[in-house]
């Protein structure tokens, strides 16, 4: 397996697009084998991964007890999950070198609620950030979209002037990153980026270019002109 992943990884170990692997998400859990059996795994596939110059490499620890499970590995950040219900075992104002750690610590999964505290408390005791999500219907990262950006000091693309078509022809790319609320990929301009909306970003980065042409969906095909 992990000759197998090293090759696939290496194919995308230049694309911008990747942040990191997560070589296993919570590994805790497994049961088929042991944890050392486990362990090894994970430092083979972070050596492997190391030896193609990929992107960074960590491991999405069940939560905050078992994180230090995964150290002296080879991992460059580690990773823990935390939801509202792991406040009392896990609460998120301690001290992230607490954990003991050697590399930085991201909080990987976060139930999207009270986003402004939580990044506040996190940040203050020196995580390395967190990322919400939701796979349930009980909650909803959408929901927070506009709290989370606002945080970051970054407009949500909500509000005045949209669909009313400003910011548009003279002018683009200047100024304010976030003046425009529309992101260019956003064809249908409803603030999220959809499947079909992604899968022609995709193949522009395939072909290696685009260029205009008149009749297409978006004005443009996938190739350099």
């Not at 030896?51 to 991992?75: I, K, M």
């Not at 301009?189 to 969906?217: K, P, V």
């Amino acid at each position: 397996l992990v000759p197998l992943l090293k090759t696939f990884v290496s194919h995308y170990a230049e694309f911008p697009a990747i942040f990191g692997w997560d070589i296993m998400n919570e590994p805790e859990l497994v049961t088929e084998v042991d944890a050392s059996q486990v362990r090894s795994f994970v430092q083979a596939m972070a050596a492997a991964l190391h030896e193609v110059d990929a992107q960074p490499v960590t491991v999405g620890s069940w939560r905050c007890d078992r994180v230090a499970d995964w150290t002296g590995l080879g991992l460059d950040f580690y990773q823990m999950h935390h939801y509202d219900d792991m406040n009392e075992l896990c609460p998120i104002d301690v001290p992230a070198a607490s954990y003991g750690l050697d590399a930085p610590l991201l909080i990987g999964e976060m139930q999207p609620t009270d986003v402004t505290a939580k990044l506040g408390a996190l940040e203050a005791q020196g995580y390395a950030g967190a990322l919400f999500w939701s796979l349930n219907a009980d909650y909803s990262f959408r929901d927070v979209a506009a709290e989370y950006a606002d945080y970051f000091g970054c407009q949500s693309g909500e509000g005045e002037g949209e669909g009313e078509g400003e910011g548009e022809g003279e002018g683009e790319g200047e100024g304010d990153p976030c003046e425009s609320p529309w992101h260019s990929a956003d064809q249908d301009r409803d603030n999220q980026i959809g499947l079909t909306e992604l899968l022609r970003l995709i193949q522009f980065f395939n072909s290696g270019g685009f260029g205009c042409q008149a009749g297409t969906e978006d004005g443009y095909c996938p190739g350099l002109p």
